[in-house]
């Protein structure tokens, strides 16, 4: 049956978008004669839908052995992940179907976009992160670590010329992520924790609560930034949220 539209224009084309997401597996032509037949070819709306149609749907699409192409106005012919539209009419069913090769394509491009405004703002890093001045995260073999800091300790002063030598041993400390006793810097703690006067005095491994409640993972793939997942408001621990029911209650309630 057809579906009665509001009023469509380039800025507003949400509510021609969602009732073809709601077809999706049908045929075009079915989509293409139940959108229209209500419609009067005087009617605005209408002319609206024609104009905004073509870019919602790639009608216009033929198969290749590499795989569908859709027919571009200024393009010619291109593959399904490199048009804007996100749905498209299979050439050998005719069925309206969901372009996710756009949509992969496009969660790729946001996650990267998304990344690099990271790496700009914050200076994010995938195997480091700071909790605070002498706490912080880091990602050894796929294994995410917290690392306490400390200030590298002094050295011992010289004995006093002609005083007795100690056969004793000078005590270095020793740096329990870089597995080495700390002397004097050679970059390694620069680049690890942004000092050269802080060593790691204590390491531990996070447990799954902390890694839930930092948003990590333990894994030896690379991390990828997603700013909606991070941003995201979190639920309450245990409070369940019931189905809303409209209307009266039931008498025996």
Same mark, same amino acid.
């Given at each position: 049956?057809?579906?009665r ?23 075009w ?21 024609e104009?905004?149609? &073509? ?38 069913s ?7 090769p ?33 706490t ?16 590298? &300790? ?71 930034y ?28």
């Amino acid at each position: 049956m057809g579906h009665r539209l509001p009023g469509l224009d380039r800025r507003s084309l949400r509510p021609l978008q969602r009732y073809l997401e709601k077809q999706v597996g049908r045929t075009w032509d079915e989509v293409y004669s139940d959108l229209y037949r209500p419609l009067d070819r005087r009617d605005r709306l209408r002319r609206d839908i024609e104009r905004s149609l &073509p870019d919602l749907v790639a009608a216009t699409t033929v198969r290749r052995d590499r795989g569908v192409y859709a027919l571009c106005s200024w393009y010619g012919l291109r593959p399904l992940a490199e048009i804007r539209q996100r749905l498209y009419v299979d050439p050998d069913s005719g069925r309206l179907l969901r372009n996710q090769p756009a949509l992969d394509a496009d969660a790729q491009r946001r996650r990267a976009r998304n990344q690099r405004l990271l790496e700009q703002r914050v200076g994010w890093q995938p195997e480091f992160r700071t909790l605070g001045a002498m706490t912080q995260l880091h990602r050894i073999d796929g294994i995410w670590y917290e690392v306490r800091l400390a200030q590298v &300790p002094s050295p011992a002063p010289r004995p006093a010329t002609g005083a007795r030598s100690r056969s004793m041993k000078q005590a270095f400390a020793y740096d329990m992520l870089l597995q080495q006793a700390v002397h004097r810097c050679n970059g390694a703690r620069c680049s690890r924790y942004g000092r050269c006067d802080l060593y790691a005095c204590e390491k531990r491994q996070l447990n799954h609560r902390e890694l839930v409640e930092h948003r990590l993972k333990n894994d030896t793939a690379p991390e990828i930034y997603d700013a909606y997942f991070r941003c995201r408001p979190r639920r309450r621990p245990g409070k369940y949220r019931g189905p809303i029911r409209a209307g009266g209650r039931h008498k025996e309630h």
